[in-house]
């Protein structure tokens, strides 16, 4: 299991998990601004890191806990508003430290916009969700929700030791490794529950990588996630010097279609209040659970470590997540970089990620900083490979897991935006 060891209960509740669905509000509401986000907690757990992850935050300084982040308005689209997301948590119920019925509350008050519990499901719910936690986990999660304010969400995470772990989200029941055994089996449970979403979660860390990213060309729509940010980790270069493949190209290039995300994946009970832990921004219509998970199934989300942040960007006019329609010419990236007064003038990078081998090919990169509009016109062709990933960085840190020597992206990832992809 992920997370820390934890002495926990055996269940012994193997009834059916199938249940009616848990509370989908469908409520029209403005969208609530939070102005500050994050609390005096943030730096509580900062001794508890591990080292690196404690170096890389310390390293930070520039960064202040708790600083109000920018205005939730893209500067390059209309339409929708940021939200601040962590969609990957845990408490008792499988390998966590926490009390459920805390945890929304802290994610609330920490300043996050959207937040969700995901505990495991396991074999046998050993150190894993039993039927009446899941229904628990979906009566807290209908509680705490507040219909244009803050979207707390039920989930679960589908954890085998081998293949790995994915997030399944919007579902009415669970599947454990007794009823979805192996990657292909979950994505067909997945593909019977419309309107279901997953996410590959911190890929690579577990060696058989969802079988090597093997396609499902069925589960391709529900497969929204890609975790770059997992705690204080960049995910790009993971396994790359034991001799694996990026993560982000083995799983682009098999042919899924995800968005990228970050999360802290909490295990402690300080649910929210970590500074320099991955975190997902959301552009929503409004901040309900309906147009929550709209906006996930759209991929218009980026992945970052940093609160507070706000990151749009277009492709020849295209909101990232989409579809870019051309077979071989120049495209325009706009790129709408922020985190308000706390990084005044602060210098930043954009790098544009094509597919590659082992790892990904930087066909450019361009300098700006915080609060400036980015534009970066590159050539492209289908033929290369149909997908780019903006990567924006801080050129000043560098990355904890760097790839191949003089790699543009051995700099400190600061956020990713979700993929396009490239149609003739």
């Given at each position: 299991?992920?997370?820390?060891?934890?002495?926990?209960?055996?269940?012994?509740?193997?009834?059916?998990?199938?249940?009616?669905?848990?509370?989908?509000?469908?409520?029209?509401?403005?969208?609530?601004?939070?102005?500050?986000?994050?609390?005096?907690?943030?730096?509580?757990?900062?001794?508890?890191?591990?080292?690196?992850?404690?170096?890389?935050?310390?390293?930070?300084?520039?960064?202040?806990?708790?600083?109000?982040?920018?205005?939730?308005?893209?500067?390059?689209?209309?339409?929708?508003?940021?939200?601040?997301?962590?969609?990957?948590?845990?408490?008792?119920?499988?390998?966590?430290?926490?009390?459920?019925?805390?945890?929304?509350?802290?994610?609330?008050?920490?300043?996050?916009?959207?937040?969700?519990?995901?505990?495991?499901?396991?074999?046998?719910?050993?150190?894993?969700?039993?039927?009446?936690?899941?229904?628990?986990?979906?009566?807290?999660?209908?509680?705490?929700?507040?219909?244009?304010?803050?979207?707390?969400?039920?989930?679960?995470?589908?954890?085998?030791?081998?293949?790995?772990?994915?997030?399944?989200?919007?579902?009415?029941?669970?599947?454990?490794?007794?009823?979805?055994?192996?990657?292909?089996?979950?994505?067909?449970?997945?593909?019977?529950?419309?309107?279901?979403?997953?996410?590959?979660?911190?890929?690579?860390?577990?060696?058989?990588?969802?079988?090597?990213?093997?396609?499902?060309?069925?589960?391709?729509?529900?497969?929204?996630?890609?975790?770059?940010?997992?705690?204080?980790?960049?995910?790009?270069?993971?396994?790359?010097?034991?001799?694996?493949?990026?993560?982000?190209?083995?799983?682009l290039n098999a042919g899924w279609r995800p968005g990228l995300t970050g999360v802290t994946d909490e295990h402690g009970t300080t649910w929210g209040f970590h500074e320099g832990k991955g975190r997902s921004g959301l552009w929503v219509t409004e901040n309900t659970r309906a147009a929550v998970f709209e906006a996930m199934a759209a991929r218009r989300c980026f992945a970052t470590r940093v609160s507070?942040?706000?990151?749009?960007?277009?492709?020849?006019?295209?909101?990232?997540?989409?579809?870019?329609?051309?077979?071989?010419?120049?495209?325009?990236?706009?790129?709408?970089?922020?985190?308000?007064?706390?990084?005044?003038?602060?210098?930043?990078?954009?790098?544009?990620?094509?597919?590659?081998?082992?790892?990904?090919?930087?066909?450019?990169?361009?300098?700006?900083?915080?609060?400036?509009?980015?534009?970066?016109?590159?050539?492209?062709?289908?033929?290369?490979?149909?997908?780019?990933?903006?990567?924006?960085?801080?050129?000043?840190?560098?990355?904890?897991?760097?790839?191949?020597?003089?790699?543009?992206?051995?700099?400190?990832?600061?956020?990713?935006?979700?993929?396009?992809?490239?149609?003739?």
């Open positions: 299991m992920s997370g820390h060891p934890h002495p926990h209960h055996c269940h012994h509740d193997h009834r059916s998990t199938d249940e009616a669905p848990y509370g989908q509000v469908d409520v029209t509401a403005s969208v609530g601004r939070r102005a500050l986000l994050g609390g005096a907690g943030g730096m509580l757990m900062l001794a508890a890191l591990p080292t690196p992850a404690r170096a890389a935050t310390t390293m930070m300084a520039d960064v202040p806990v708790a600083a109000a982040g920018a205005a939730r308005t893209s500067a390059i689209t209309q339409g929708t508003t940021l939200v601040h997301a962590d969609l990957h948590n845990h408490t008792v119920m499988s390998d966590g430290d926490g009390s459920a019925q805390a945890a929304f509350a802290s994610m609330r008050e920490a300043g996050l916009d959207v937040a969700a519990l995901t505990d495991h499901a396991t074999l046998f719910a050993v150190d894993g969700l039993s039927s009446s936690e899941w229904r628990t986990t979906g009566e807290l999660a209908n509680a705490a929700d507040d219909p244009g304010r803050f979207t707390a969400i039920r989930g679960f995470e589908w954890s085998h030791p081998l293949q790995g772990h994915i997030n399944v989200w919007n579902t009415s029941d669970f599947a454990d490794l007794l009823r979805a055994g192996s990657t292909g089996s979950l994505y067909r449970w997945l593909t019977g529950r419309p309107g279901g979403l997953a996410s590959f979660n911190h890929p690579g860390r577990e060696l058989g990588r969802f079988d090597d990213f093997s396609f499902h060309a069925s589960a391709r729509d529900q497969l929204v996630g890609l975790e770059m940010f997992n705690r204080t980790d960049d995910y790009l270069f993971e396994g790359w010097s034991s001799g694996r493949t990026s993560p982000l190209v083995a799983c507070g942040l706000r990151v749009d960007a277009t492709a020849n006019g295209v909101r990232m997540g989409g579809v870019v329609n051309v077979t071989s010419g120049d495209v325009r990236f706009l790129v709408d970089i922020d985190r308000g007064a706390a990084w005044d003038g602060k210098p930043l990078r954009v790098q544009v990620l094509r597919p590659g081998t082992s790892t990904p090919t930087v066909v450019d990169v361009v300098e700006t900083v915080n609060g400036r509009l980015a534009e970066v016109t590159v050539p492209l062709r289908a033929a290369d490979g149909d997908w780019v990933v903006l990567r924006i960085s801080d050129p000043a840190l560098p990355n904890g897991t760097p790839g191949p020597v003089g790699h543009p992206c051995n700099d400190f990832g600061v956020a990713y935006t979700s993929p396009w992809w490239l149609r003739p």
